[in-house]
């Protein structure tokens, strides 16, 4: 599942493919369910001869503010297997692409939806459709003590509780496992047992492992556009029982936490 980095990735891709200034000229909605809000043939017309002023990002949402004329945000959540992509309209589509958004210049947004678990919304405003999230965990406002607020008198295992978008917005499942990994804790502790001093690990330990992903996809996008890696595939850990700890060599531990696979050392992680 695309997690903060694999959204703000495809963002950047967006934005360096030259999107921003685009006029969408029409709108082919194949699944009409990906539609959430208005109806599919709402949102084909309303989208009709707007021009994207920009590309942004909250947390795994993509936000594309359109010139006036009509409800402001297009907004898209890539599901589990959601990407986005600016192809030449005369360019075979793969065929998974679900939606085609064709473009003034000749070219085209296509949504890549194998699952069909994409959304995309018509609104005159983003608070219409975002949940309550926690601050990007890149903002200064992401504070050890606004991490700590969120874990306050919530015994739930900890990693249950980073998968909530109010309390690290962006982070998915391999994120929160790979921040718990970096920062020695295990994923069961109970969030509000964490001491000040874990918390403030957990914290730099989630910035760590986005910022490491950010690297490895700014390298890809130099080399590979415009199809970098939909997730990265290596971590710190291995996500495999069979594999040993690179820190202590004992064998990796798997559980599920909220019907998540979770891997972990029983050694580094207490
Ligand atoms: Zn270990």
């Known amino acids: 599942m695309p997690e903060l980095p694999e959204v703000e990735n495809t963002r950047r891709n967006l934005v360096r493919a030259g999107l921003p200034g685009c006029t969408i000229t029409g709108a082919n909605i194949t699944w009409a369910n990906t539609v959430k809000k208005p109806s599919a043939a709402e949102l084909a017309e309303g989208l009709k001869d707007r021009t994207i002023q920009d590309v942004q990002r909250r947390g795994k949402y993509l936000i594309f503010p359109l010139s006036g004329g009509g409800p402001a945000a297009f907004i898209v959540h890539l599901g589990m297997t959601g990407r986005l992509r600016v192809q030449p309209q005369s360019q075979e589509p793969d065929p998974m692409t679900r939606h085609f958004f064709p473009l003034g210049d000749g070219r085209e947004l296509r949504f890549v939806d194998g699952r069909k678990f994409g959304k995309l919304w018509l609104v005159d405003s983003p608070d219409e459709v975002l949940p309550v999230m926690s601050p990007e965990p890149f903002d200064d406002d992401f504070t050890v003590e606004t991490l700590a607020e969120s874990f306050a008198g919530r015994k739930a295992p900890v990693k249950a509780l980073l998968l909530e978008q109010s309390v690290a917005c962006g982070l998915g499942n391999l994120y929160a496992d790979e921040s718990l990994f970096l920062a020695g804790l295990h994923p069961e502790r109970p969030a509000s047992d964490l001491s000040i001093e874990e918390i403030a690990r957990l914290r730099q330990a989630i910035i760590d492992s ?61």
């Open 210 to 270: 986005l910022t490491a992903a950010y690297g490895v996809y700014d390298r890809a996008r130099d080399q590979d556009w415009p199809d970098p890696p939909t997730a990265l595939t290596t971590w710190s850990h291995p996500r495999d029982v069979k594999a040993s700890c690179p820190n202590c060599g004992t064998n990796m531990a798997a559980i599920r936490i909220r019907a998540r696979g979770t891997y972990f050392c029983a050694k580094c992680q207490v």
